[in-house]
């Protein structure tokens, strides 16, 4: 059961049943197969998403090379969390890895589930937090390896 699930995701393990309930009401569980397209670079996105099975890739495009991987996202994670706090288009193009299941909620529902119970905001703020935190150590993880390889050329 999704509501079972969204328990155990960091995002929403501190909410109360009736807030998960709105979320739950408010989202949409989509089916991707493998290969397809989820969100593209630089097109509106406009949804927070929670990976409920399988696996997507967040990739760019580069010249000359195609597309270049980023990371692979998993169950309980989440992306399209830039999107809510600077309402910019997607920076990154997600992919379906693997056949998955995705929940979607709009990021307006998000906006108004917070404006409306203040203690909840709270809680959201800081798991998205550690979420983009954790995020940040990993790109510099990767980047400190990119200029340690890009030495050896």
Known sequence: MIQDFLRTVELFGDLEDDELAHVLMVGMVKRYRAGNVILTEGASGGHLHV???GSVRLSKH???AGEEALTILGPGEIFGETEFFDGLAPSAHVIAHTDCDVLAIPHAEVRSLMLSRPALTGKILWALGRTVARRVRENHRQ????FAISRDF
């Not at 980047?143 to 990119?146: C, G, I, R």
């Open 51 to 53: 990976i409920h099975q």
């Open 62 to 64: 580069v010249p000359g």
């Open 143 to 146: 980047m400190a390896s990119l």
